[in-house]
């Protein structure tokens, strides 16, 4: 019988996260006057042990215990080998994937929603705000608020609030409030709605919205909290990346490719971080974050100074970005909808340490259709994505004859995303591709920002 299931044994869960920062130079974040912030500038948005770490270059920070306990509810996640996937592509490839569909809410999420709930009630915060896209993590941060005792409210971009009213539900049953966004609450919202009042919305405008409600509660007790972008998410999720090294350890094999999907890069940056670690000290392995043709930020982007939201209210961040007032079209993997990119990833593809891929929608659902018509699970719209990449590249090993190591983040399962499927077998979804018209003219709002400097991490 061949091993699909590589187990990491409980005792053997990382202890520590990954910082990236120790290996790697980057721009810093611009306040208002056009000066990098300090870390008492956040503090009305974050609790200042989670600025700490936003700014930490320390290279290993040690995960809390009681963090641990409750990431071991689901954790380590399986590693597994997509045999069936294999056959039906007849590759020589050999296809693993990180299965984080396993976590309560079904996705990659919890594993910085857990630490960012923990690090808040430390810090003596009572409510978390936050945005979410798709709504895997608006569903996440409320698991991790009811973990500890905190109160919750989302902001969901409108069109997957209508798309995915179970995501509600499911927020609701955590103890978590989840309003649709743009909402009248605010007054980015209202700023949207006056703009368009049929906005499908967007994750900018989201955001907006959580850290206005955050910082307009004058009591002190609230903060928001972000699923993505930021270093200190992308450090959490630095887990996935190092069971999966532990994993490879046990069968005596190591990736020629990972892949993963990326919206904000949080899902790709937890799997391939660590082996971004090891290509900056020599191995060669290639590091592919996808996203969709239809929010081509990394690909076809560029690298800039913007804000994270699309009223302005975050500190001007170095990355690739569609810029902030892009709203892009309602295509359903809502995670993906994204106008810019974590400045982590979008320096690593500023040095070609990564090397970001785009497909189609079409692209993507076939490859999610084969996936769980071999591998049985269903993948979420956003993990299709990753997958649709896998298939290219197990098409090219067929090609070239050769037998790649790949790996996946198969970040979350889309049984909540079932009507997206339903669309996909009755024809109804189409592919999206961004005109170099209106590329540029998302664009202008950026225009007069300071531009950042080349930076090389590398020797
Ligand atoms: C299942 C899933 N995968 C991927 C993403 C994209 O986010 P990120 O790039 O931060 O991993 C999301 C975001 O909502 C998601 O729900």
Redesign the pocket.
């Known amino acids: 019988m061949n091993h699909r299931q590589i187990i990491l044994p409980q005792s053997e869960m990382p202890r520590q996260w990954y910082n990236i920062l120790a290996d790697i130079k980057m721009n810093p974040p611009l306040g208002p006057d056009g000066n990098p912030i300090a870390p008492k500038d956040l503090a009305p948005v974050f609790p200042m042990n989670l600025i700490e770490q936003e700014v930490s270059s320390e290279r290993w920070i040690t995960i809390p215990e009681p963090v641990m306990d409750v990431l071991s509810i689901w954790r380590p996640s399986p590693m597994m080998r997509a045999i069936s996937f294999e056959k039906a592509l007849d590759t020589p490839a050999k296809i693993y994937y990180k299965n984080?569909?396993v976590s309560p809410p079904?996705?990659?999420?919890p594993n910085t929603a857990i630490p960012q709930a923990y690090y808040n009630k430390e810090f003596g915060i009572e409510r978390m705000t936050t945005e979410?896209?798709?709504?895997?993590?608006g569903s996440a941060l409320s698991f991790a608020c009811a973990q500890f005792g905190l109160s919750c409210r989302v902001y969901m971009v409108r069109i997957s609030f209508d798309q995915k009213p179970y995501r509600k539900a499911m927020m609701e049953t955590w103890g978590g409030q989840c309003v649709a966004s743009p909402s009248t609450e605010t007054k980015a919202g209202r700023d949207a709605l006056a703009r368009d009042p049929n906005t499908p919305g967007s994750l900018g405008i989201a955001i907006s919205e959580a850290i206005e409600a955050a910082v307009s509660d004058t009591s002190g007790k609230t903060r928001y909290s972000l699923?993505?972008?930021l270093n200190h998410?992308m450090l959490h999720?630095t887990i996935i990346g190092l069971e999966a090294k532990k994993q490879f350890d046990m069968i005596g094999d190591y990736p020629d490719i990972v892949i993963?999907?990326?919206?904000?890069?949080?899902?790709?940056?937890?799997l391939a971080f660590p082996f971004v670690s090891d290509k900056i000290h020599g191995r060669d392995i290639a590091i592919y974050p996808v996203e969709p043709m239809a929010c081509p930020t990394m690909t076809r982007a560029p690298f800039v100074y913007d804000h994270g939201d699309t009223a302005g209210y975050t500190p001007l961040m170095p990355m690739h970005s569609l810029g902030h007032a892009f709203v892009p079209p309602p295509i359903h993997?809502?995670?993906?909808r994204?106008h810019g990119m974590?400045p982590t990833v979008s320096q690593l593809i500023t040095e070609g340490l990564c090397e970001p891929k785009a497909v189609t929608q079409t692209e993507a659902y076939e490859a999610g259709v084969l996936w769980a018509r071999t591998e049985g699970f269903i993948p979420?719209?956003?993990?299709t994505n990753a997958l649709a990449q896998v298939v290219k590249e197990a098409r090219q090993a067929k090609e070239e004859g050769r037998e790649k190591t790949i790996v996946v983040?198969w970040?979350?399962?889309g049984l909540l995303d079932l009507g997206a499927y339903d669309r996909y077998f009755s024809g109804e979804l189409n592919d999206i591709a961004m005109s170099d018209d209106d590329l540029q003219k998302s664009q202008a709002v950026f225009a007069d920002y300071p531009k950042p400097k080349p930076m090389k991490s590398t020797p």
Do not use: I, R
């Open positions: 984080e569909g079904g996705s990659h999420k979410t896209g798709a709504g895997q993590w699923g993505s972008v998410v999720q993963g999907c990326a919206g904000g890069g949080s899902n790709f940056a937890g993997a809502g995670g993906l994204y974590a979420a719209p956003e993990t983040s970040s979350g399962h």
